[in-house]
């Protein structure tokens, strides 16, 4: 397959290279920890031999006069020394929107998200993982599922925009209102908060069941709840009452769709606790029944043509870029973070085939500092056990302090590990709080930090 020369941004990415400065850019990170220290040097050679059936992550930023494009790279990438989830210089990464690392056993994948979302990045990844360890350790991998073939030709769908099937259909955008946020004291833009918190996935999934629900049902639910004990803590009057967390869905599977670039939309799940706390169950309850109706072909198709027809508008085409950039940046922040108090990105559960899976011990999905919001949070399954990565801007914890209680409370054991990157000298490093890994037991969470 030859991949064309340049290719237009899909229709979720064109939000991205608006919001884009050297200070903020909405990046995130998936990585995976193996058995033994990683080779920078054999990864990047894995790196160079799997670009091949990649084409799509070849491609570049470009700048037009009225719109941001895809260029394609002819230069190779080159894998290095892990750095932090710093806002990484495109030029200075040779052109590319990724950049893969190694850190002791970690293999690091920090993206740009106008060029994939999670899934196309947890698939790169794998597939990174899987060559690595067969050039180091001599493993045949079995590939499928989240492992590709670097050797097979690439399908021509996995660089397609997904969004392009939903052109000239009728849509519209739900008339929401606006969320509550969590109050908090705005870190410098250098200094990330960043708290992982582990449980076992057989005590989540069977604690799931008891209620009836999903388990990213149920960690929404729990969201809600440690944000409703966080707005009671807090010591003005909060008028706001409407508790909401963003919730990306993968469009792939529901429109059968296999491109690897952005192809996720997303829903809202909240109460209005404004006349007063809702027990968990009643919180469930609603977040149930409000993705049951929002999680559907058609309420999907709905929101997503809307946004479409909004880019194929032609008096929206005919602006010039230096014009539509404030007008995108204002229309996000009047329509984006606004209407969500926290985001929730589950990637679930990544199966790896056994001869990848016996040398990876964690897998982790860590998004990078929100611009509306107070924080986020990112997920996924690996071997047995559900990592959470949350990461604000605020200087507080206590929405983490209170969905630890709100764990607890329900039984479920939790592993702590809190964590800050702060910036210094234009180079980010890693300042761990001393602390020991805290166990949450039966009876709720206890003091840390």
Not at 88 to 95: C, E, I, M, Q, Y
Not at 119 to 142: C, H, Q, S, V
Request: proline share 4%.
């Amino acid at each position: 397959m030859i991949a064309p020369q340049w290719l237009r941004l899909d229709n979720a990415a064109i939000i991205y290279p608006s919001s884009r400065t050297r200070r903020y850019a909405t990046q995130f990170r998936v990585s995976v920890t193996l058995d033994n220290e990683v080779s920078v040097d054999i990864l990047d050679t894995a790196l160079k031999n799997i670009m091949p059936r990649f084409p799509g992550f070849s491609y570049t930023l470009g700048n037009a006069f009225f719109w941001w494009y895809l260029h394609r790279l002819e230069n190779a990438p080159q894998a290095g020394e892990a750095d932090n989830m710093n806002v990484f210089s495109l030029k200075r990464n040779g052109g590319y929107m990724f950049r893969a690392s190694a850190n002791g056993n970690q293999i690091a994948l920090d993206v740009f998200h106008a060029l994939t979302d999670g899934t196309g990045a947890m698939t790169f990844l794998m597939t990174l993982t899987a060559e690595y360890l067969r050039l180091k350790d001599g493993i045949t991998p079995e590939y499928g599922g989240w492992v590709l073939d670097p050797a097979q030709e690439p399908d021509p769908e996995e660089i397609q925009d997904g969004f392009d099937a939903f052109s000239g259909l009728k849509g519209s955008l739900d008339n929401e209102a606006a969320a509550w946020h969590i109050p908090g004291t705005v870190e410098r833009y250098d200094i990330l908060h960043n708290a992982r918190i582990s449980m076992t996935t057989e005590e989540i999934s069977q604690k799931a069941r008891e209620y009836g629900c999903t388990v990213t049902e149920l960690l929404s639910s729990l969201f809600i709840a440690a944000m409703q004990q966080t707005r009671s803590q807090c010591r003005r009057r909060q008028r706001n009452g409407n508790i909401k967390v963003e919730v990306p869905v993968n469009l792939r599977p529901i429109f059968g769709c296999r491109t690897l670039r952005n192809f996720s939309s997303y829903v809202h799940l909240g109460v209005d606790v404004s006349k007063g706390d809702l027990p968990l169950e009643e919180i469930i309850a609603a977040v149930r029944a409000q993705k049951k109706e929002y999680v559907q072909k058609a309420p999907l198709t709905t929101r997503v043509a809307a946004n479409v027809a909004l880019e194929d508008n032609l008096a929206v085409r005919c602006l010039p870029r230096f014009i539509k950039r404030p007008c995108i940046n204002i229309v996000n922040k009047l329509k984006g973070d606004r209407y969500a108090s926290q985001t929730l990105s589950n990637l679930g559960d990544v199966r790896l085939p056994a001869s990848v899976a016996a040398h990876v011990r964690d897998v982790d999905f860590i998004l990078g500092r929100a611009m509306g919001k107070s924080g986020a949070c990112a997920c996924a399954s690996f071997g047995g056990h559900l990592n959470l990565n949350f990461t604000r801007r605020i200087k507080e914890n206590d929405f983490e302090r209170n969905f630890l209680t709100q764990l607890g409370q329900i039984g479920i054991n939790a592993r702590v590990l809190f964590d800050t990157v702060a910036e210094k000298n234009n180079r980010y490093e890693a300042i761990r709080i001393p602390m020991r890994p805290v166990r949450i037991g039966r009876l709720g969470a206890p003091l840390f930090i």
